[in-house]
């Protein structure tokens, strides 16, 4: 009988053991160093899972070679993905910009239907057994745990990265290869909190606003993104946020943040808005000049933030002062101190070098029967459902196990 272990129970892993059982006469062990398997993923999407994203496409992917995850994402796309949870017995409901969440709004949802189906395909899950080696014997290989040592035919590697480290975020899984003849690359935090210049953020703790947001280095544009923004005590988080953190992972000291929070009006449209307000109620102190257009608190920082007296009679304020606010809200400025670490983050932006692996089925060019897939590769998603369809793409191409 052939034996097939996979070492890690996180997304990736548990798609790649259901895959694998899927051939009858198989004996499939999955090794999870967490008390459970799916922890991590528990987490994912504010606890309510993003379990993919309708438009994933390889322009969404980043690493050495983005293109490396085409042929898994031919194999298994994002309607695949809906499809096979569906028959694992998982309602999904589609959302804004195409990302796909259970009915349940609730992560534990989709850890529940794949433990359910893991134990109904016969899969051997080991928890709480961390690899200590893999170990190349003959045409196969021997795990080594802490309690034995396994004997295995193939190997699939779905370790993770370092991303989200009391999570189960791990560097097991380069550690594992390295003695293999695989490489890695520099590892960075990515989907990740923004760590800003503290005055404004300090202030605004807890503040959630809608923005468009440009990551600058000089008048160079690195990234950009829009949609929610969080201010918390040391920067700014939100999925605008986590959409250029890998920009701001790599891109090194003299970082700027600007804002729009009005990003669906132009500069002179915002001016109109608020020369409107000066002429209604010009007895108004300025510091609720934005109030009902941006949240308050956020309105009295961006007065602020234009230099105006708050106690200041809208009335008596200039066609200079209001552009200024009007420039606030169209460009507020944070200098960027850095990210948050892996512990924060969510996923890892590098890995284990793709060019040592078979795009079509995930084996190692030079190890027979070793396979890898999700995180522990250098691919990673933007946010938005991108690196959770690529969990499920990779480890139901690496359970193919090159058939």
């Known amino acids: 009988m052939e034996t097939v272990v996979i070492i890690g129970g996180g997304a990736s892993g548990m798609a790649a053991a259901l895959t694998a059982a899927e051939t009858p006469g198989r004996r499939v062990v999955l090794l999870e160093r967490q008390q459970r398997v799916g922890r991590k993923l528990l987490a994912t999407g504010n606890g309510r899972c993003n379990l993919t994203n309708t438009g994933a496409a390889p322009e969404n992917y980043h690493g050495e070679n983005p293109d490396f995850v085409l042929p898994a994402l031919r194999a298994f796309p994002p309607s695949a993905a809906i499809a096979w949870f569906r028959g694992l017995g998982l309602v999904t409901v589609e ?9 349940s709004n609730a992560a534990n949802s989709v850890v529940d239907v794949l433990r359910f189906q893991l134990e109904q395909s016969g899969v051997e899950v080991k928890t709480a057994c961390p690899v200590r080696e893999l170990l190349r014997a003959g045409t196969g290989y021997t795990v080594v ?11 699939i590697v779905a370790c993770g990265g370092a991303a989200g480290a009391k999570l189960g975020g ?6 594992l290869l390295k003695p293999l003849g695989h490489k890695r690359t520099a590892l960075y935090p990515a989907l990740v909190q923004l760590v800003t210049a503290p005055e404004y953020p300090r202030a605004l703790k807890g503040v959630r606003a809608d923005c468009a947001l440009r990551l600058l280095l000089g008048g160079e544009l690195l990234a950009e993104s829009a949609g929610e923004l969080q201010f918390t005590e040391t920067g700014v988080s939100g999925p605008a946020a986590f959409d250029v953190s890998r920009a701001a992972s790599l891109g090194g000291k003299g970082l700027t943040l600007s804002a729009d929070f009005l990003r669906g009006y132009d500069a002179a449209a915002v001016l109109d808005m608020l020369k409107t307000r000066r002429e209604s109620l010009p007895a108004l ?13 956020l309105g009295k920082m961006l007065v602020k933030y234009a230099g105006l007296d708050a106690a200041a009679p809208v009335g008596d304020l200039t066609d200079g002062a209001l552009a ?21 983050a969510q996923v890892t932006v590098g890995g284990i070098k793709t060019g040592g692996f078979n795009p079509e089925t995930l084996e190692s060019w030079f190890m027979p029967g070793l396979f890898v897939c999700g995180e522990l590769l250098d691919v990673d998603g933007d946010c938005g459902g991108f690196n959770l369809q690529w969990a499920w793409a990779s480890g139901r191409l690496a359970g193919r196990l090159g058939t």
Do not use: W
């Open 95 to 103: 959302e804004y910009g195409g990302r796909v969440y259970p009915l």
């Open 145 to 155: 745990t802490d309690g034995e040592r396994l004997c295995a035919d193939k190997v």
């Open 170 to 175: 791990v560097m097991d899984g380069y550690a």
């Open 285 to 297: 102190p300025a510091a609720e000049l934005l109030t009902g257009i941006v949240h308050n608190r």
């Open 324 to 344: 200024a606010v009007a420039a606030a809200c169209k460009d507020f400025r944070l200098a960027v101190q850095g990210t948050e670490g892996f512990d924060s």
